[in-house]
Each structure stands twice: as C-alpha cells, then as structure tokens.
C-alpha cells in the first residue's frame, strides 16, 4: 500500500512568518508534486518534482518554492506567509504518468 | 495552458439515481482524463481513468465517456448509495513522458440522500 504522509494536519502561522511544510512517500516514487485545495477551484498544481534536486512550477508558484533532496522527501516552502496563502496543501506522489496518490493535506491558517 | 470547467458544482440526488458530472476542457493535446473521488475529510483517490483512444470505460456503476471532438468528458455513477457522498474531480493533461501535470476541475459535492 502506498504511503504518503504530511507533517502536519493543521498548522496556524502568523503574516511573514517562514513555513515549511513537509511530504514524505515510502513508495519510491520518482514523481512528487504540492497542490493546494480551495473552494470551488479544485486542486491548484504549485510546484512538482520529477527526480532529487528537480523541480519545476507549476500553475500558481507565486509566493512558494520548494526542496526536494531525498527521493521520498518533497518540502514546500513558503518564504513570507500571507493571509492569501490560507489554504488545504495536499502533497501527492506517482510513479508513472497517471494514478497519483495523495497524503492527508495540510490545512494552514496565516492570521 | 489547460483549463478544466466542471459542472455542477453540486448535486443532490435520490438513492438509487443516476448522477452525471460533466468537464470540458481547453487543450485539443490532452490525451488523459482521471477522476478522483474525495469523501469527507479524506484524501483524494483516483476511481477511475480515460485515455484518449478509448471512448467509454466502465467499471462496476461507475463510467466515464470521453468526446474528443467536443473536448469534453463525463462522469456517470448508476445506482447511487450512501458511500457515494462526497467531491469528485475530473482532470485533464497531455502525457508527454513519465510525469503528468494535472489541471483539475473546481470539484462536484455530491450528496445522495436516503
């Protein structure tokens, strides 16, 4: 079965403040990627990782980057949190190009 | 790049009816369609997939049926129970190599009603 878990299921920041939010898979999955979830605009893609040390943004980067120095370890950071970036972060991972298999999210609060 | 429309945003259905969620998307090169089923609290599954060379999938009540032509892609859950309370995604992307980029819809809550 595969694993993928997220440091934190909720997660209250203040403004400015540097976050780090933190997706482990056991799976040995060459792809991970960071989607934030709100509502009525889906899954958002904001960065996503084909391989150690590879990133590459995806649709909504802004305000973001992201880590990634062991396989199984994707880190998504956010430099200067703002109350905009109060949000659901889901982390997913896959092997292949299709089925991609998510962790539990992260539900951050920036006040 | 990509732009997936879902619709409805919600839907009530009886027990035992039929529910459609229908997607358009942008991009003629997309080749593959997933959907993904979020019940509450829980993490996003994928519950079944679409590739471009194939018209209709079928498994057990659920089906997807893709018009390539029209770019746009169904959802279909016959004999709605209880258990299929909750968000389903579709999503859209071209697979060009070993990653996909998923652009995803704005989600469907669906609620079945006993």
């Known amino acids: 079965d595969v694993k993928v878990t997220q440091s934190s299921r909720y997660l209250v920041k203040r403004t400015g403040e540097k976050v780090f939010l933190e997706c482990v898979q056991d799976?040995?999955?060459?792809?991970m990627f960071w989607y934030r979830q709100d509502p009525g605009l889906g899954l958002r893609l904001i960065y996503f990782?084909?391989?150690?040390?590879?990133?590459e943004k995806g649709d909504i980067p802004e305000g973001y980057s992201v880590s990634r120095e062991k396989k199984e370890r994707f880190s998504l950071i956010l430099e200067s949190a703002s109350t905009n970036q109060t949000s659901m972060y889901l982390c997913?991972?896959?092997?292949?190009?299709?089925?991609?298999?998510f962790g539990p999210g992260t539900r951050l609060t920036v006040t | 790049g990509e732009n997936v429309e879902q619709h409805p945003s919600t839907l009530s259905v009886q027990e035992g009816d039929s529910a459609v969620i229908k997607c358009t998307y942008s991009?003629?090169?997309?080749?593959?369609f997933p959907w993904y089923k979020q019940e509450l609290g829980k993490r996003p599954q994928l519950i079944i997939d679409?590739?471009?060379?194939?018209g209709e999938k079928k498994d057990q009540r659920i089906a997807v049926t893709l018009n390539k032509t029209a770019k746009h892609f169904s959802l279909h859950i016959t004999e709605t129970q209880p258990e299929d309370s909750a968000v389903y995604f579709c999503?859209?992307?071209?697979?060009?190599?070993?990653?996909?980029?998923?652009?995803f819809g704005g989600g469907t809550r669906v609620l079945v009603k006993p």
């Open positions: 991009d003629s090169a997309s080749n593959y």
């Open positions: 799976m040995d999955h060459e792809n």
């Open positions: 990782s084909y391989d150690v040390k590879m990133k």
């Open positions: 997913a991972s896959s092997r292949t190009a299709y089925e991609q298999y």
């Open positions: 679409i590739r471009s060379n194939v």
């Open positions: 999503a859209a992307t071209e697979i060009k190599a070993a990653v996909n980029k998923l652009t």
